[in-house]
């Protein structure tokens, strides 16, 4: 049995009191880590407080998470502004890289999740104490005219972290694609979101209705997730046919988008909007319901596809960023973005032929592909490769 190694995450996303579900991916792939290695996580946040430092310590589970707040600076002058909170961050990290070393002394290997800011500290540790970094990336912007959406300084740093990393580990071969266009040459290993197969699983027996049960689940920004492009499409649906409802969850905007779909004449017999849901609440949604629908303008490697696939229901989602890869005839299937002809003839599809998809065979696939287990011993092994490689090299 391999020895257990000490793994540091530095997250530049995490789940905070802030923002609780702030980079809730990035915490679930700490948990999978965890079932092989030490992990110890870092994530530095600003707000209004006196003091200039603060670190939170939380126990999770096998996961020790530092949560590090520094007190919010600001200034009229861009460049300068940017640098100052750069030098805040990399204060906080270094404040709570001391409470981490506390507890353990060594550190085998970082883990950057999201390449800013983490990656500068992790730059500093390994000039340092000579520890190798990997980087897992789900940075969307990078997909989207990603070398005008970075400043001058962002690019710099990106290019520069980059370099150094032993591994940069996407979670899509699209983003892969989109990471090699921005210019970042590395080491690239493709490895995905993961889901808590104990919260998500199927359960076929709550499904006892006549009617074809859509969800969407999302934080509902219309820009990025096109609520009203579904609501549109339902609208016209529902001018056709009565044997569907659907379901909309979120926590954003969610009074505008129930205003816009009374204005265009959508039937409450077939529209209910819900609250923002727990993780627990999520998964329980989804095994209530047939069909999971997305119209996004643009996506990365969403969770709640491989949610919905592992609690066994097929997804019908607009084919953006790494959709596709997570897509197929068995499980779901694809329509074109911004395209409401499109959702509305592959809807009609899907929900016309919804009992030819297997809930079992779709969530034992998804099982196999994105558990904790099978994700944890990808990363498992990488970190003993990039550490094996510092040794001979």
């Not at 530092?66 to 919010?72: A, E």
């Not at 990393?165 to 699209?174: H, Q, R």
């Not at 590395?186 to 993961?194: A, E, G, M, Q, T």
């Amino acid at each position: 049995m391999m020895t257990r190694l000490n793994v540091l995450f530095l997250a530049s996303w995490y789940p905070n009191e802030l923002n609780p579900q702030n980079g809730n991916f990035i915490q679930r792939h700490a948990e999978a880590v965890s079932k092989f290695c030490n992990v110890f996580v870092i994530h530095v946040r600003a707000r209004n407080q006196q003091k200039k430092y603060v670190c939170e310590k939380r126990p999770n589970k096998n996961v020790k998470e530092f949560i590090c707040w520094y007190s919010k600076h600001s200034s009229n002058i861009p460049v300068f502004s940017y640098l100052k909170k750069i030098n805040r961050k990399i204060k906080a990290y270094k404040f709570a890289f001391e409470e981490v070393s506390k507890i353990t002394q060594t550190i085998d290997i970082v883990h950057v999740n999201v390449i800013l800011p983490a990656g500068i500290f992790a730059l500093f540790l390994k000039k340092k104490h000579k520890i190798p970094f990997i980087i897992t990336e789900h940075w969307t912007k990078f997909q989207n005219t990603a070398s005008e959406s970075f400043s001058f300084l962002e690019q710099y740093f990106i290019k520069k972290i980059s370099a150094q990393a032993s591994a940069v580990c996407p979670v899509s071969e699209n983003l892969k694609n989109a990471l090699i266009d921005f210019g970042i040459k590395s080491n690239f290993k493709v490895i995905p979101n993961v889901v808590n197969t104990k919260i998500f699983y199927t359960d076929t027996s709550v499904k006892n209705t006549n009617k074809v049960k859509l969800l969407h689940i999302s934080h509902l920004d219309d820009k990025h997730k096109n609520i009203s492009g579904i609501l549109n499409v339902i609208k016209r649906l529902s001018d056709k046919r009565n044997d569907f409802h659907i379901t909309v969850s979120g926590n954003r905007n969610i009074e505008k988008h129930k205003m816009y779909a009374e204005k265009i004449g959508v039937s409450q017999n077939v529209l209910t909007f819900e609250s923002e849901k727990t993780s627990e609440e999520v998964a329980d949604a989804m095994r209530q319901h047939d069909l999971f629908v997305m119209f996004s303008n643009y996506e990365n490697l969403p969770c709640v596809i491989s949610e919905s696939h592992v609690c066994g229901i097929p997804v019908i989602s607009s084919d953006v960023g790494g959709v596709s890869e997570m897509i197929n005839k068995e499980n779901g299937i694809l329509c074109e973005a911004g395209n409401e002809d499109s959702l509305y003839q592959k809807l009609t599809k899907i929900i016309d032929n919804i009992e030819n998809y297997s809930s079992n065979i779709i969530s034992e696939k998804a099982q196999a592909k994105y558990s904790y287990v099978v994700v944890g011993k990808q990363f498992f092994k990488l970190y003993n490769d990039v550490l094996q490689k510092q040794i001979t090299s």
